[in-house]
């Protein structure tokens, strides 16, 4: 399985991006996707996820502002971003969380794309 992330860039605080990503490969089927980030010296943290039935999670850092959706019928899922803060900046991961034929599920990373919000 493989994620190809697009739509990262250089933003004014207060801009708004779009990121959007893409599954493909041997996909059997997807319970969710997401989208984490991740900043040098620091853990991986969650940004957003959608389930096939619709569900979000949002961190708290976001809500409000970033909105998750989801085509599972073409195994994509985009992340609006709206009013962007500097503290925003950082590497965007896309996440599929894969079920396999006989029922057990993978993470699958995309390669990163870099969100950088600054004057």
């Known amino acids: 399985v493989q994620l190809q992330a697009s739509g990262g860039g250089l933003v004014q605080p207060g801009g708004s991006l779009r990121l959007s990503c893409a599954a493909s490969?041997?996909?059997?089927?997807?319970?969710?996707m997401g989208w984490y980030r991740q900043t040098p010296g620091k853990q991986r943290e969650l940004v957003a996820t959608?389930?096939?039935?619709?569900?979000?999670t949002y961190a708290d850092s976001v809500k409000g502002r970033f909105t998750i959706s989801g085509d599972f019928a073409k195994n994509t899922v985009d992340l609006q971003m709206n009013s962007l803060k500097p503290e925003d900046t950082a590497v965007y991961y896309c996440?599929?969380?894969?079920?396999?034929?006989?029922?057990?599920?993978?993470?699958?990373w995309g390669q990163g794309t870099q969100v950088t919000v600054s004057s």
């Open positions: 996440n599929a969380v894969c079920r396999h034929w006989y029922g057990a599920t993978s993470d699958y």
């Open positions: 490969g041997n996909i059997f089927s997807i319970n969710a």
């Open positions: 959608i389930t096939t039935g619709g569900s979000t």
